[in-house]
T-cell receptor
Framework: SQKIEQNSEALNIQEGKTATLTCNYT??????LQWYRQDPGRGPVFLLL?????KEKRKERLKVTFDTTLKQSLFHITASQPADSATYLC???????????FGAGTRLFVKA | DTAVSQTPKYLVTQMGNDKSIKCEQN?????MYWYKQDSKKFLKIMFS???????INETVPNRFSPKSPDKAHLNLHINSLELGDSAVYFC????????????????FGPGTRLTVT
């Protein structure tokens, strides 16, 4: 069955460092991969989308890589800030974009 | 203006009751979704609707019946509520388009916390 794993439940880093979150998947060939941020008590907020034929995408301090051979995506937040503390969700979309499978998320804590 | 709104925000009810959750989006998107987020925070898709038509039904019990009266609304009716239905339910919308031209960004509502006692 389709499975998504995000590297760890929680990640603690110091302010100013780069946070790297990992998303691995099996038994799936997604057309798109997305990253979302979720704060407690709120709905997820879209951050970045990368297509299966793209290797890397950047947006301000965020960078996503997508390796369809390794079936892995890495999500980087450079110059991290305490305000970046949240849960980050990896999501895979099928061709057509109607079905999204979410990972369990990684809780990021950025310490000042 | 709220892009995706849901009502109610909280819903506490007893087993066996029937309840509805309403969702509206003002983004002009063609696709709407219902997700369930359980106590372990795992977000799981339940239904996808594109232009009012059901596209995805992820083996959800038939006690759950979605209805899309128009492209801007997707409501969820739940019959005979069970303890295991307790969760946060999120509505979302996106622009899928045709031929791979959609943006696919999903905009989520604030969620409805359903507690069944």
């Amino acid at each position: 069955s389709q499975k998504i794993e995000q590297n760890s439940e929680a990640l603690n880093i110091q302010e100013g460092k780069t946070a790297t979150l990992t998303c691995n998947y099996t038994n799936y060939s997604p057309a798109y991969l997305q990253w979302y941020r979720q704060d407690p008590g709120r709905g997820p907020v879209f951050l970045l989308l990368i297509r299966e034929n793209e290797k890397e995408k950047r947006k301000e301090r965020l960078k996503v890589t997508f390796d369809t051979t390794l079936k892995q995506s890495l999500f980087h937040i450079t110059a991290s800030q305490p305000a970046d503390s949240a849960t980050y969700l990896c999501a895979l979309l099928n061709t057509g974009g109607f079905k999204t499978i979410f990972g369990a998320g990684t809780r990021l804590f950025v310490k000042a | 203006d709220t892009a995706v709104s849901q009502t109610p925000k909280y819903l506490v009810t007893q087993m066996g009751n029937d309840k509805s959750i309403k969702c509206e989006q003002n983004l002009g998107h063609d696709t709407m979704y219902w997700y369930k987020q359980d106590s372990k925070k795992f977000l799981k898709i339940m239904f996808s609707y594109n232009n009012k038509e059901l596209i995805i039904n992820e083996t959800v019990p038939n006690r759950f019946s979605p209805k899309s009266p128009d492209k801007a609304h997707l409501n969820l009716h739940i019959n005979s509520l069970e303890l295991g239905d307790s969760a946060v339910y999120f509505c979302a919308s996106s622009q899928v388009g045709t031929g791979g031209v959609g943006s696919y960004e999903q905009y989520f509502g604030p969620g409805t916390r359903l507690t069944v006692t």
